[in-house]
């Protein structure tokens, strides 16, 4: 249990203090130089992440019927999957919004450029750190799936037997 609730809580940990220890040691915007383009790859790159998390998802819709999928419904760990993917997406949004936004803000110096970095980084470092423990999960669960023995499939033609010869006799 209490490795769950790390698992759970170590992503917004990290990032909030990422963000405090920028603050603290009072680095601004203007700290970093080439910072707008810097801020046109995080969108560009948060993107990706998240186009590739969308897609890890039709891939798990697929295993619905696995052994590996009955045991993580079984151990009632379904929901939790779905948050941790959930929230990955949500904080990359975020964070994709959060650095269109900066761009406004690009020259200011003081105590306010100083906490806009330091949302920068809690968003970075929460969004990073998200996204490294649904994909550490995923290929966890894509490995069990590859090393599960086969499912026996279902011929065709089985599947589409019917009782009655006819299926349009009363």
């Known amino acids: 249990m209490v490795k769950r609730n790390i698992e759970f809580l170590y992503p917004l940990s990290l990032g909030i203090i990422s963000g405090i220890i920028i603050s603290l040691l009072d680095f601004n915007l203007t700290s970093i130089k080439n910072i707008l383009p810097i801020?046109?790859?995080?969108?560009?790159?948060?993107?990706?992440?998240?186009?590739?998390?969308?897609t890890m998802v039709s891939v798990l819709i697929s295993l619905t019927n696995t052994k590996v999928m009955e045991r993580i419904r079984n151990a009632e760990a379904n929901e939790t999957l779905s948050w941790y993917i959930k929230e990955a997406i949500i904080i990359g949004l975020?964070?994709?919004?959060?650095?269109?936004?900066?761009?406004?803000?690009?020259?200011?110096?003081g105590k306010v450029s100083n906490l806009l970095l330091a949302f920068y980084v809690l968003f970075l470092t929460y969004f990073i750190s998200a996204t490294y423990r649904i994909f550490h999960i995923i290929l966890n669960i894509l490995?069990?799936?590859?090393?599960?023995?086969?499912?026996?499939a279902?011929?065709?033609?089985?599947?589409?037997?019917?009782?009655?010869?006819?299926?349009?006799?009363?």
């Open 39 to 54: 801020l046109s790859s995080t969108v560009s790159i948060t993107s990706i992440i998240i186009g590739f998390l969308a």
């Open 94 to 109: 975020i964070f994709a919004v959060y650095s269109l936004i900066l761009h406004m803000f690009d020259g200011y110096k």
């Open 143 to 152: 490995t069990s799936v590859l090393n599960s023995p086969p499912v026996q």
């Open 154 to 170: 279902v011929k065709d033609e089985e599947s589409f037997k019917t009782n009655s010869s006819n299926i349009f006799r009363e």
